[in-house]
């Protein structure tokens, strides 16, 4: 089966400076990479996600990138801000629908102010 | 008019005993999930169901079973609890690749 695998598990940076969270995935008919945000006692909320025909995807301060042939993608956080202090986990999935993503162990991001 | 809710947030019990977690999503989904959050915050999926149907039950102890009485509720029934069972269970609903998570249930076996 998948299997994912992140790094780092933890990250502290201070608030205005860039996070980059990655993953490694092993089965190369996984299409579907989505980043997930874990805010304390909340559950996980998406933030983006990419497929596999695009190399690249960007929502404001968020960008996530994809290198199929490696198989691995990327998550940049620019400009910080203390709210984007959470857990964030990465996943993947052979299907559009999401039945059934592999997550990643989570990135425990601070942001310092 | 949260979007899928779960209860109990917080369940303490003794080993040995059955308990259960409700979820309920209003966002017409068809598909719904229950993961579980290790205390590593490991997340894996436990079961998946389409519009009252099984699609994924992965390897888990048959302790644990699924019941989905309508396409909006799917509760989790626990019998002869272990320590193991320890965790947070996060139920979830889809329509199309994006998953939609409940606040979690806390459950602490003694």
């Known amino acids: 089966g998948e299997n994912v695998e992140q790094h780092p598990s933890t990250l502290s940076v201070q608030e205005g400076d860039s996070a980059v969270i990655k993953c490694t995935y092993s089965d190369s008919a996984s299409n579907y990479f989505p980043w997930y945000k874990q805010e304390l006692g909340k559950g996980p909320q998406l933030i983006i996600d990419?497929?596999?025909?695009?190399g690249e995807k960007k929502d404001q301060r968020i960008a996530v990138t994809l290198n199929k042939t490696a198989k691995h993608f990327s998550l940049h956080i620019t400009e910080t801000q203390p709210e984007d202090s959470a857990v964030y986990f990465c996943a993947a999935s052979k299907d559009n629908a999401g039945n059934m993503l592999t997550f990643g162990g989570g990135t425990r991001l601070m942001v310092k102010p | 008019d949260t979007a899928v809710s779960q209860t109990p947030k917080y369940l303490v019990t003794q080993m040995g005993n059955d308990k259960s977690i409700k979820c309920e999503q209003n966002l017409g989904h068809d598909t719904m999930y229950w993961y579980k959050q290790d205390s590593k915050k490991f997340l894996k999926i436990m079961f998946s169901y389409n519009n009252k149907e099984l699609i994924i039950n992965e390897t888990v102890p048959n302790r644990f079973s699924p019941k989905s009485p309508d396409k909006a509720h799917l509760n989790l029934h626990i019998n002869s609890l272990e320590l193991g069972d320890s965790a947070v269970y996060f139920c979830?609903?889809?329509?199309?690749?994006?998953?939609?998570f409940g606040e979690g249930s806390r459950l602490t076996v003694l």
């Open positions: 979830a609903s889809s329509l199309t690749g994006e998953l939609f």
């Open positions: 990419i497929r596999s025909n695009v």
